[in-house]
């Protein structure tokens, strides 16, 4: 029987141990997608106790504690920090199999030393060491950051974003991790939800550009795009509910435009033709500008609507949507390859039934301009364990090239998460390691070497156009 999270912790071949502990452990991190506050590094936020770094925030921590009848109260109610800490380390035994269980216990053993395992009598134990170094000067956010080696950050940022925390954070030559935006312009294709023409009027002010038809709201995000380019941004993300693809003249969205500035409500249908009409404008400028793109799909949002209108929106009440949107997919994709307006894209669907969809359909669109160009994203959300990770690594080597992989990201608001990272080299490295030992592919240190630590760091150096 195997110790408890060991050095060799999933890994079981000396081939996969050797991977892991001499290619993969020490490479830097780029995490290229996540929401921690560039405010929290630039001032680089201390915590005064485990609940602060660990439970707010977090929604995968307060589905764990949910799950096991804790009352919101100790969730994101008023109860004391303590209080809440207690509740979840007494959830945390009940789950195994689940990656939290583990994540947790690499977080406690990486980041506070403690090498125990955590539950409900040994959480004072836990609250008082962690208390104790977290009192330490280097365990503010930046130090966390250096400590995890992370070489790269790419936060998540609205068009009317500032981005003063970027400026002042690319001002500052002791900030040694680049830290750059990506834009999320959700809010501004939403046309049909709630707020839309209040953004809007935000987006007018933020741009300089009176925004009173299509044309003139796709120069206010181009100008925002500028913006976020001088500031140092690579990257955009747009977060569907479900996949869309659905054209439409010029006159039919500019009349969806003026439906919705009148504040009338705009059909599904409607807010489908709006959306696919600023995608296509979007992934066009991203071309432009250098920048990948991100299609994160599949999500439904808030099916508790009595906990929605008490807590609102990312508060873990959210699920996976088998909506079935390959054939619009495959329509943006290739309306954006005949317009030349393909920019070098990852998709994540949450459902994890599309892997080999994925896997082929990229294969359909990929070029001479980089080595996979269009890219099948790590493991997402509620595929984010080592199941849904094996099976998204094993469907891409099947069918595309694994070897081209841009690797693992936090899509986290913890500055501890970056012990998934780790996760998931240990997973990664197994499973090569397991092919390597059955003589699936030659025992060449040097090339699987090479192999795993390209998807460990140097290919999404090289994706997102990364110097060093």
């Avoid at 939290?100 to 836990?126: D, R, S």
Wanted: hydrophobic share 40%; aromatic share 10%.
């Amino acid at each position: 029987m195997k110790q408890f999270m060991d050095a060799d912790f999933l890994l079981t071949t000396p081939t996969a141990c050797t991977l892991y502990h001499e290619y993969a452990a020490n490479m830097p991190i780029v995490d290229y997608h996540c929401h921690v506050s560039p405010r929290e590094i630039y001032e680089d936020k201390h915590f005064e106790n485990i609940t602060q770094v660990w439970l707010s925030g977090d929604h995968y921590k307060w589905r764990i504690m949910r799950s096991n009848g804790v009352e919101e109260r100790y969730i994101t109610g008023d109860a004391a920090d303590r209080e809440k800490f207690q509740k979840f380390a007494e959830a945390l035994p009940r789950a195994i199999g689940n990656p939290m269980y583990h994540w947790c216990h690499l977080e406690l053993k990486n980041y506070f030393g403690y090498a125990g395992v955590l539950n409900g009598e040994t959480a004072q134990q836990v609250w008082d060491l962690t208390a104790a170094v977290l009192r330490r000067p280097d365990m503010g956010v930046r130090g966390l950051i250096a400590r995890s080696k992370v070489a790269f950050i790419g936060t998540t940022d609205d068009p009317v974003d500032s981005l003063e925390w970027h400026k002042k954070l690319a001002d500052d030559p002791t900030m040694n991790t680049a830290v750059a935006p990506s834009f999320r312009p959700d809010k501004a294709l939403n046309v049909e939800k709630d707020g839309w023409c209040a953004y809007i009027a935000s987006l007018e002010v933020e741009s300089g550009v009176a925004i009173d038809s299509v044309s003139a709201l796709k120069a206010a995000l181009s100008a925002r795009m500028e913006h976020f380019a001088a500031h140092g941004c690579r990257a955009s993300d747009h977060g569907l509910d479900r996949m869309i693809y659905r054209p439409a003249d010029d006159d039919v969205v500019e009349a969806i435009f003026r439906k919705a500035m009148a504040g009338e409500a705009v059909s599904d249908e409607d807010a489908e033709k709006f959306k696919t009409a600023l995608l296509i404008f979007c992934a066009g400028e991203y071309v432009r500008l250098g920048w990948v793109m991100q299609l994160h799909y599949n999500c439904l949002r808030n099916p508790n609507s009595a906990m929605f209108r008490k807590l609102g929106p990312d508060t873990g009440f959210d699920c996976i949507g088998p909506h079935n949107g390959s054939a619009a997919l495959a329509g943006l994709l290739d309306a954006l390859y005949r317009e030349n307006k393909l920019p070098r894209t990852i998709l994540y669907s949450l459902d994890a039934s599309d892997n080999a969809f994925l896997d082929t359909l990229i294969g359909s669109f990929q070029g001479g301009e980089i080595a996979g160009k269009l890219q099948h994203g790590s493991a997402w959300w509620f595929n984010d364990n080592k199941q849904g990770m094996r099976e998204q690594m094993i469907s891409l080597a099947n069918l595309s090239l694994l070897g081209n992989f841009v690797g693992m990201l936090t899509d986290s608001r913890s500055f501890l998460s970056y012990a998934r990272h780790e996760y998931f080299r240990r997973i990664l490295c197994e499973l090569i390691g397991s092919w390597v030992e059955n003589g699936e592919y030659p025992a060449d240190m040097t090339a699987v070497g090479t192999l795993v630590q390209d998807i460990c760091c140097y290919n999404a150096k090289r994706y997102f156009d990364l110097e060093g």
